[in-house]
């Protein structure tokens, strides 16, 4: 079993950059594939990035193309989320989670979540 820990989230002002982190125990860790997700408050959790921990492989919601980036230290069992030029509907929780599909959006493709780590973007 593989229990994901968030950190990293917080208050930031608009513009501003915030670089999140997911630590997973297991020593196969490299063997997985990580996604992030986000809950933005009274909507639905939604896809932001996956990764490959093995390959190394990224995809991204659209949405967040070009200011999202997911990255890996297999090193440290950790996975990032360096999110930059922040904007208010960015505000969310934002949750990891470890795949038994890789790359997927479908929530239902992941099996262990962590607790998730609040951001919330100031105006």
């Known amino acids: 079993q593989v229990q994901p820990v968030e950190s990293g989230g917080g208050l930031v002002q608009a513009g501003g950059s915030v670089r999140l982190s997911c630590a997973a125990s297991?020593?196969?860790?490299?063997?997985?594939?990580m996604g992030w997700f986000r809950q933005p408050p009274g909507k639905e959790r939604e896809f932001v990035a996956a990764?490959?921990?093995?390959?190394?492989?990224?995809a991204y919601a659209d949405s967040v193309k070009g200011r999202f980036t997911i990255s890996r230290d297999n090193t440290k069992n950790t996975v990032f989320l360096q999110v930059n030029s922040l904007k208010p509907e960015d505000t969310a929780v934002y949750y990891c989670?470890?795949?038994?599909?890789?790359?997927?959006?479908?929530?239902?493709?992941?099996?262990?979540w962590g607790q998730g780590t609040q951001v919330t973007v100031s105006s």
């Open positions: 990764i490959n921990l093995r390959s190394g492989s990224t």
């Open positions: 989670a470890v795949g038994v599909v890789c790359m997927s959006p479908d929530e239902q493709k992941y099996r262990f």
């Open positions: 297991g020593r196969t860790f490299s063997s997985y594939c």
